[in-house]
C-alpha cells in the first residue's frame, strides 16, 4: 500500500469541507472557499489577491476597486469564522484542518496529528536461492557492529551534552505592520503554525530579541496543557517582544511551565530555584516571578492574565524578560482585543470538543483541569434548553486552575447527575453522590448531593457564587473532593463583575 502524499490529504480534505453541507445556503462562500484551494493545489497560491477573488470568484467587474467594495474582506472574515466553527465541531478529528489566517487570503493546511494514514511497509529482501558463504560477511558485520556502537555512544554523548543553544536570537521577519486582532504565538518554537483543539491557531515565535530557543521532548508530560504536547518550546535566557499592535485594549495572557528545574527535571531544585521578572511598556508587572512555585509544582502550566494592555507611543508592545537568579523564560503568548476593565469569560464544557448555546455563545473544550477523569453521558437531562452543556462530566478527585486577572467574578457550577439513578426513581440515588467544593481553599460546598438539589437524577442544576476573587497567583483554583463515590461537574462558567 502506497502512503498517501500531503496533496491528497490536502485534496481529500477540501472534499470533506465542500460535502460537510457548510455552504448550503452560502453559496458564494463555497465559490470564494473553492477558489482559494484550487490556486492553491495548483501551485498558485501567490496570486491570490483581493482583486483576483472579487473577479473570479464573487464575479465583481475589471473595475472593481477594493478601496470602495469590501465584499472580498467581508466574505474572507465570514469564511473563517465557518472554519473555525466547523473544526470546533464535525471537522475536529480531521486529520488536516484548513485555516484562513488573519489579514491574507491564501488557506493555511494544518496537520492536525489525529488520523494520519500509515507509511507502507518496507520491501521485503527476494529470498536467497544459493547457499550462504557465512565467512564471507563475518568482517563486514563485525565492522558494521563497531559502527553501530560507535553511532549509539555517540548519540548516547550527545543526548547527555546536547548542544548548547544560541544565544541573542533575534527575530528578522516583518516588524512595523500590525499583528492579527488575535495573536497566539508558541515561544521558541520555529514550526508550522498549530490548531488547537479550541480552534485556535498557534503561530511559530515572531518579534522576539535575545535569549535562545530549546524544545520540550514530545514525551515530557506537562499537568493543565490546553492540548497534550501544546508547549513545544520555550525562549529563555534576557530577551524581550516588541509587538506592532494596532490602538485599543487588549487582555494578554502569558505561559509558563518550568520543565528544567524541580523534582524529575534535568536542573534539580525546587521553588525558589528560578526567580525572574517581566515587565510590559516598562513598567514591572511580574516581580520576583517563581513559575515552578506559583504553579504549584514543576511541569504544571502557568497562565498569568492582563487586562487593559495597550501599545506603547510607538504602536508596540513591549515585553521584556529579566533573569533574577537564573534564566527568564517564556512557552506561549496570547493577544486578544477586549473591552476596557473586563477580560472575556471563561466557559468550559467537560467534555472533548467546544459546544456552542442555544444563545449562540462557545464553551471551550475541557481545560486547566488536573486529575479526575473525562467521560461522555448520553442521557439527555430533562430540564434544561442547554441540553449540550451535560453531555460530559469530569469526575474523581480533580481540581480546576482557571486564570483570572484581578477583579471580582460570578461563577456558575452546572451539575447533573446521570450515572446513579433514572428521572422516575431517583430514590434509589440518594446518598450515593456527595461532595464538596472548594474555591482557593474556601468552602462553596459541602457535603453536597446533586440528586438532592436537583430534585432528582437526569436533572440539571446551576449552583452560583459571587464576589469571588484570583488568589495571588492569578488563579481561581476549584477543588472537587469526593466524600462518598466521586465529585463530578459538566461546566463551568466564570464572569468578571466588577
Not at 464553551?363 to 430533562?382: I, N, P, Q
Amino acid at each position: 500500500m502506497n502512503a498517501v502524499t500531503p496533496s491528497e490529504l490536502e485534496r481529500a480534505e477540501i472534499e470533506n469541507v465542500l460535502q460537510s453541507g457548510l455552504f448550503n445556503k452560502a453559496t458564494r462562500l463555497g465559490k470564494f472557499f473553492r477558489y482559494i484551494c484550487e490556486r492553491h493545489l495548483d501551485g498558485h497560491a501567490d496570486e491570490i489577491k483581493e482583486y483576483s477573488i472579487a473577479l473570479e470568484a464573487l464575479g465583481r467587474p475589471a473595475e472593481f476597486d477594493p478601496k470602495k467594495d469590501s465584499i472580498v474582506r467581508v466574505e474572507a472574515h465570514r469564511l473563517r469564522k465557518r472554519l473555525e466553527e466547523y473544526y470546533r465541531g464535525p471537522g475536529a478529528a480531521h486529520a488536516v484542518h484548513i485555516a484562513i489566517p488573519n489579514g491574507q487570503y491564501r488557506p493555511l493546511f494544518i496537520t492536525n496529528g489525529a488520523g494520519n494514514p500509515p507509511a507502507a511497509p518496507a520491501a521485503l529482501p527476494p529470498p536467497e536461492t544459493r547457499p550462504k558463504r557465512r565467512w564471507l560477511w563475518v568482517i563486514p558485520a563485525a565492522l558494521a557492529g563497531a559502527g553501530v556502537i560507535a553511532f549509539l555512544s555517540l548519540a548516547a554523548h550527545k543526548k547527555m551534552h546536547p548542544p548548547a543553544p544560541v544565544a541573542n536570537e533575534i527575530w528578522t521577519g516583518p516588524a512595523t505592520e500590525p499583528v492579527a486582532a488575535e495573536f497566539r504565538i508558541l515561544a521558541g518554537y520555529h514550526g508550522s503554525p498549530m490548531m488547537d483543539r479550541q480552534g485556535h491557531l498557534w503561530g511559530a515565535d515572531a518579534y522576539y530579541r535575545g535569549g535562545s530557543s530549546t524544545p520540550i521532548p514530545v514525551d515530557h508530560l506537562i499537568e493543565a496543557q490546553p492540548d497534550p504536547h501544546f508547549l513545544k518550546a520555550r525562549r529563555s535566557g534576557r530577551f524581550r517582544y516588541d509587538i506592532p499592535l494596532r490602538q485599543g485594549t487588549y487582555e494578554l495572557h502569558l505561559y509558563f511551565a518550568e520543565t528544567e528545574f524541580g523534582s524529575g527535571n534535568p536542573g534539580g531544585g525546587g521553588d525558589s530555584t528560578r526567580v525572574f521578572q517581566v515587565s510590559i511598556n516598562g513598567a514591572p508587572r511580574l516581580d520576583d516571578l517563581d513559575p515552578l512555585a506559583q504553579a504549584g509544582a514543576p511541569n504544571r502550566l502557568l497562565e498569568r492574565v492582563f487586562k487593559d494592555v495597550r501599545p506603547a507611543t510607538d504602536s508596540k508592545l513591549h515585553l521584556n524578560f529579566i533573569p533574577g537568579n537564573a534564566p527568564a523564560f517564556l512557552n506561549a503568548l496570547e493577544l486578544l482585543p477586549s473591552a476596557p476593565g473586563r477580560i472575556h469569560p471563561v466557559r468550559i464544557v467537560a467534555q472533548a470538543n467546544p459546544v456552542t448555546d442555544s444563545d449562540g455563545r462557545l464553551w471551550a473544550a475541557d481545560e486547566y483541569y488536573c486529575g479526575g477523569t473525562l467521560v461522555s453521558r448520553h442521557d439527555l437531562v430533562v430540564n434544561s434548553a442547554e441540553k449540550a452543556l451535560y453531555q460530559g462530566e469530569r469526575f474523581g478527585n480533580f481540581s480546576y486552575h482557571i486564570p483570572l486577572a484581578p477583579g471580582k467574578y460570578r461563577l456558575t457550577l452546572h451539575f447533573a447527575e446521570t450515572w446513579f439513578g433514572t428521572p422516575e426513581s431517583h430514590e434509589a440515588a440518594l446518598d450515593s453522590r456527595i461532595f464538596g467544593v472548594f474555591a482557593n481553599g474556601t468552602a462553596l460546598l459541602r457535603d453536597y448531593q446533586i440528586v438532592k438539589d436537583a430534585g432528582g437524577s437526569n436533572r440539571g442544576v446551576d449552583k452560583i457564587f459571587d464576589n469571588l476573587e484570583p488568589n495571588a497567583q492569578g488563579m481561581l483554583q476549584l477543588e472537587f473532593v469526593p466524600v462518598k463515590n466521586y465529585a463530578e461537574v459538566n461546566a463551568i462558567e466564570v464572569v468578571e463583575t466588577d
